[in-house]
Structures are given as structure tokens and as C-alpha cells.
């Protein structure tokens, strides 16, 4: 949490094309929507616990369905357990996909606190700012479309312990599983976005040319 992975990933998707596919943004956007799913997933994030695998893994699975994942598609957030990325697998197995790039953002503790206590979202376009390193021209107001800005709920302080905390426990383990089958790429994630998008680039163009993954 915290390490850029939602900034980066909607660059990626923008300039290589295929959809990003975010549990969390999901989720945010179920509970807008009123939805059962919403109001259960939020009683989780709230709280800065994952959202149980069942939930996650289905709808996962019944987004990656639809026509426009066929080529490929950029996972932002997922797969989050060990579990997960079992049942990611046996997914792009049954879709004739090949197996994933998988690309971990790296970030020192104190800075992950600083990038998550200070995150501001735009109500209407979901544009992200921080207001230590990034912050908008008019405080408070989105700089594209004058949207107010917002913290998320799980961003407060005892959020964000837990949350760093569900990371240690149930995400580290995936890095684990993906590096013994050699599909990591370590990415440095301290410096500025555009810094961190080109190195990410230049990962997938140099993935890209080995063939593979894409
Ligand atoms: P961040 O990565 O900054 O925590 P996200 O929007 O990716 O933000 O996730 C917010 C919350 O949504 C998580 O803390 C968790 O509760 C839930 N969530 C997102 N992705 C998953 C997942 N793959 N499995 C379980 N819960 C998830």
C-alpha cells in the first residue's frame, strides 16, 4: 500500500492499452453504487483488512471474462494472497494467457506513511495528490476538473498500521511465490512519478522484447 502501484499501474494501461483492473477502485466504486458487495468490502477496508479471497478471486474472475481483457490486462492491486495468485494462475491458464509480469514496488516504511497520509483523491475524476509532495494549486480542489478533494477512509493513521500489516502477512508471501518461478522485476519506487513510470516502461519494453509475458 502506498508504493505508487495505482498511479503507475493507470500509466501502464494509457500508454500500452488494455484495462486496469483494480480490486480497490472496484470496491470503491460498488459501495458508490449501493451495492451488497460494496457495503461487505468496505466493512473490511475500513478497518485495513483484506476483503476475503472468495470475494476478491469472483470478482476477479468475472471481470477478466469479458471481451476486452482477451488480450491481456493490467492487475493493480491483485493478487494479494497466496491464494490469490493460485487462483489468478488456474485463470489465465483457462484463458490461454501466459504467465505474468509481476512487478514490485519497493519503498521504505516512512515513506509509504507520508505518501498515504498525505493522499487526496478527486471526487469526480479519482485524480491523486499528496499534500506534502504533490499538492494541487487550489488547496483542496482537483487542478483538472476543480473536484473537491478527499482523503480515503483508510487512510488514517491506525488504517494504515493494518494495512501495512496485512501486507507483511499474507502480500510479501506472493512476492515469494512469483520470484521462485523468476517473474519479478524489483522497481524502486522513492522517486518522483514520472521518475518511477519511465523505469517502469523500461522494464515492460525490455520484458516485451525478450517475448513472454506480453
Ligand atoms: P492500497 O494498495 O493503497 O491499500 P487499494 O485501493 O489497492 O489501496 O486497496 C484498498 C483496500 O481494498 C485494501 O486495504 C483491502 O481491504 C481491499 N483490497 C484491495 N485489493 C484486494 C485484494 N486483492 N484482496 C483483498 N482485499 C483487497
Given amino acids: 500500500p502506498g508504493a505508487g502501484k495505482g498511479t503507475q499501474a493507470k500509466k501502464v494501461a494509457a500508454l500500452y492499452g488494455g484495462p486496469h483492473l483494480s480490486p480497490g477502485d472496484m470496491f470503491r466504486d460498488h459501495f458508490r453504487r449501493g451495492t451488497e458487495l460494496g457495503v461487505r468490502a468496505k466493512a473490511f ?6 476483503v476475503p479471497d472468495e470475494i476478491v478471486v469472483a470478482m476477479i474472475e468475472q471481470r477478466i471474462a469479458a471481451r476486452d481483457c482477451a488480450q491481456g490486462f493490467i492487475l493493480d492491486g491483485f ?20 504467465e505474468p509480469l509481476v512487478v514490485h514496488v519497493k519503498l521504505d516504511a516512512s515513506l509509504i506513511l507520508r505518501r498515504l497520509t498525505g493522499r487526496r483523491v478527486c471526487k469526480v475524476g479519482g485524480e491523486i495528490y499528496n499534500i506534502y509532495d504533490r499538492p494541487p494549486k487550489t488547496p483542496n480542489r482537483c487542478d483538472h476538473d476543480s473536484g473537491e478533494l478527499v482523503q480515503r477512509d483508510d487512510d488514517r493513521e491506525e488504517v494504515i498500521k493494518e494495512r501495512l500489516a496485512a501486507y507483511e502477512e499474507h502480500t510479501q508471501p506472493v ?13 524502486d519506487g522513492s522517486g518522483a512519478p514520472e521518475e518511477v513510470t519511465r523505469a517502469l516502461f523500461a522494464v515492460i519494453d525490455r520484458e516485451e522484447g525478450r517475448g513472454g509475458h506480453l
Avoid at 45 to 50: C, P, Q, S, V, W
Avoid at 79 to 98: F, K
Fill in 45 to 50: 477496508m475500513d478497518r485495513g483488512e483484506l
Fill in 175 to 187: 512476492v515469494a511465490y512469483y520470484r521462485r518461478r523468476g517473474l519479478v522485476q524489483d522497481l
Fill in 79 to 98: 493478487p494479494r494472497t497466496v491464494a490469490q495468485a493460485e487462483a489468478l494462475d488456474q485463470m489465465l491458464g483457462r484463458a490461454g494467457l501466459p
